[in-house]
C-alpha cells in the first residue's frame, strides 16, 4: 500500500543550518498539504499545492520555509536558517479533489529538533 | 479565525468503561474530520462527517456531527487500552486547508 510517506522521519541539526524534507502523497491525490504541530498542540496549516500550483501559504510560513512540488507528485519542504523555535512534528497530508469531501489523509512526520 | 475547541484536553479511565469527547466551534463546516494519532506518528482518518445530525458508527466508536455542522462528538463504549491515544477534530470548508482542535489525550489503563 501507498499511502503518504515522509523523509527523514527523524531530523536533529543545528541552529542556523538548512534542512530539506520530502513527502509522498498517495498517488492519485492531486492536493497536497504541509502542516506543522508542536507539543500538546493539533497540526497548523502551513501550505497546500494543488498539482504543481501552490495555492496557499499561512502566516506561520516565514520567509526561511520554501515549498515546492515541481512535478504535482512529490513535495519537498525546505527550512532555511534554521532556529530553535523550528522544532515541531512536520506532517505531509494529500487528498484527491473532486470529491465530496476533501478528505485528508496524513503521512507519519518528520520530526525536527533544532539544538 | 475559526477555532475547534476540545474538551476534555484529557482523559483517564479504566478499560471497560464509556467516554463521550466534545468539539465545539462558533464556526460551519462543511465537513467534520475525527483524527487519532499515536505518539511519534501521524493522525490516523476515523471518520468523516458531513450532514448535520448524522451518526455514524464504526465499531465501539459512534460520531456524530451537530445539527447546525458547528459541533460534534466522539463516544466510544468498552475502551480498551488499544484506544489510547490522543483524538483530534478537524473542520474543513470545502476544498480547503482543516481546522484542527487541540486535541483529547485518551489514557485507557488495564
Known amino acids: 500500500d501507498t499511502g503518504v510517506s515522509q523523509d527523514p522521519r527523524h531530523k536533529i541539526t543545528k541552529r542556523g543550518q538548512n534542512v530539506t524534507f520530502r513527502c509522498d502523497p498517495i498517488?492519485?491525490?492531486?492536493?497536497l498539504y504541509w502542516y506543522r504541530q508542536t507539543l500538546g498542540q493539533g497540526p497548523e496549516f502551513l501550505t497546500y499545492?494543488?498539482?504543481?500550483?501552490?495555492?496557499?501559504k499561512s502566516r506561520l510560513l516565514s520567509d526561511r520555509f520554501s515549498a515546492e512540488r515541481p512535478k504535482g507528485s512529490f513535495s519537498t519542504l525546505e527550512i532555511q536558517r534554521t532556529e530553535q523555535g523550528d522544532s515541531a512534528m512536520y506532517l505531509c497530508?494529500?487528498?484527491?479533489?473532486?470529491?465530496?469531501?476533501?478528505?485528508?489523509?496524513f503521512g507519519p512526520g518528520t520530526r525536527l529538533t533544532v539544538l | 479565525t475559526q477555532l475547534l475547541e476540545q474538551s476534555p484536553q484529557f482523559l483517564s479511565i479504566q478499560e471497560g468503561e464509556n467516554l463521550t469527547v466534545y468539539c465545539n466551534s462558533s464556526?460551519?463546516?462543511?465537513?467534520l474530520q475525527w483524527y487519532r494519532q499515536e505518539p511519534g506518528e501521524g493522525p490516523v482518518l476515523l471518520v468523516t462527517?458531513?450532514?448535520?445530525?448524522e451518526v455514524k458508527k464504526l465499531k465501539r466508536l459512534t460520531f456524530q456531527f451537530g445539527d447546525a455542522r458547528k459541533d460534534s462528538s466522539l463516544h466510544i463504549t468498552a475502551a480498551q487500552p488499544g484506544d489510547t491515544g490522543l483524538y483530534l477534530c478537524?473542520?474543513?470548508?470545502?476544498?480547503?486547508?482543516?481546522?484542527f482542535g487541540k486535541g483529547t489525550m485518551l489514557l485507557v489503563s488495564p
Open positions: 497530508a494529500s487528498s484527491l479533489m473532486g470529491v465530496s469531501t476533501d478528505t485528508q489523509y
Open positions: 498517488s492519485e491525490h492531486n492536493r
Open positions: 499545492f494543488q498539482n504543481e500550483a501552490q495555492l496557499e
Open positions: 464556526s460551519v463546516f462543511s465537513s
Open positions: 462527517v458531513v450532514t448535520g445530525g
Open positions: 478537524a473542520g474543513g470548508q470545502g476544498y480547503s486547508t482543516l481546522t
